[in-house]
């Protein structure tokens, strides 16, 4: 029987009522998630950690190291790893252990849920019993489970508070459907190319914004007067912005000079960043900015966090590397 390492970080997988219809908060859960799902002992032999408890928007870049360096030194522990996680950071999460753990040779899928596992019609007890079964797969990727998918975890986003299907890939199909059987998309799958790694430095100099129109660039220059180092625009379409009135052409222009990395993802989740199509891109690139391709908004901020970690005093390497697939999370190169 194949053995899972189950990781426990909180979210609402596991929270409780403390009043009738009031606030829920997060509590341990081994004997609980045992109690509600004794199928898990069917599928494999488990063990349980529960490294922390926390809402997910308190996880903090230490939370993800903390939990790729358990995972990659458990490895030769386990045949596949389940994280519960909540599902609001859970997508950034997943991206981050991606990068994380280059040449991952056994499946990390994290999970949660959209209700607790102790009420009525929840879908923590499917999550985590299919997740757990993903994981006795030869699936050597960073993951996520939600309803019925399984998605590459750096190429997910969370769509719903409501629905079960909570996530989506929008550039990228599922790695696995899950129904009457399980369907896994072996030939989309990644593949180590070399022995397992740790690398866990990452920055937190990084920004994030959404263009509109309107919006005026000269907001944007306190950060010369801050230590971000790169900037992600959230753009329009293929990754457009003003380039007339209110131009951000300068703005690139000198924090590019100012030395720091300046990319472009898109508003719109299908389809991929394309500055050479129209003048505007044109001009955008021109001026130092970077497209982002068909990456998720979410990969992109990791992958600057985990790039600039890596190379903090190599601006030129970030710049390169942000253009390569480093955990599958972009489908072509960018060429600068
Ligand atoms: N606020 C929760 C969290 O992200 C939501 C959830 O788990 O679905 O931790």
Redesign the pocket.
């Known amino acids: 029987m194949k053995k899972i390492l189950i990781l426990h970080t ?4 596991g929270m409780v009522k403390m009043q009738p219809g009031e606030i829920l908060a997060p509590s341990q859960m081994q004997a609980r998630i045992t109690a509600h799902v004794p199928e898990l002992e069917k599928i494999a032999r488990i063990d349980f950690k529960a490294p922390f408890n ?4 308190n996880v903090q870049p230490r939370h993800w190291q903390e939990l790729a360096g358990l995972i990659y030194h458990n490895l030769d522990s386990y045949d596949g790893f389940v994280i519960i ?6 997508s950034y999460t997943a991206a981050a252990l991606s990068f994380m753990l280059p040449n991952l040779p056994k499946p990390v899928i994290l999970t ?3 209700r607790p596992l102790s009420e009525i019609r929840t879908d923590a007890r499917a999550n985590l019993i299919n997740a757990v079964e993903l994981a006795t797969y030869a699936i050597p990727e960073v993951c996520i489970f939600f309803g019925t998918r399984l998605l590459r975890g750096n190429r997910a986003v969370k769509i719903s508070t409501i629905d079960y299907g909570a996530f989506e890939s929008p550039n990228f199909p599922p790695l696995a459907e899950v129904g009457l059987d399980v369907h896994i998309a072996n030939g989309q799958l990644l593949r180590p190319a070399g022995p397992p790694e740790l690398k866990t430095a990452v920055s937190d100099r990084v920004l994030t914004l959404s263009f509109f129109p309107g919006l005026q660039p000269d907001y944007l220059r306190c950060l010369f007067y801050t230590q971000v180092q790169a900037v992600v625009i959230r753009g329009l379409g293929l990754g457009n912005l003003s380039v007339q009135e209110k131009s951000f052409v300068p703005l690139i222009e000198d924090l590019t000079g100012a030395g720091k990395v300046v990319t472009i993802t898109s508003q719109s989740r299908h389809g991929k960043v394309d500055l050479s199509r129209y003048e505007n891109g044109k001009l955008i690139a021109a001026a130092g900015a970077i497209g982002a391709g068909d990456m998720t908004v979410e990969a992109a901020i990791v992958k600057l966090m985990h790039l600039l970690g890596q190379y903090p005093e190599d601006i030129s390497e970030v710049r390169q590397q942000f253009c390569r697939s480093i955990a599958g999370e972009i489908s072509e190169q960018i060429v600068l």
């Open positions: 909180g979210g609402t997988f926390l809402d997910s928007g996680h909540g599902t609001d950071a859970l949660g849920s959209q």
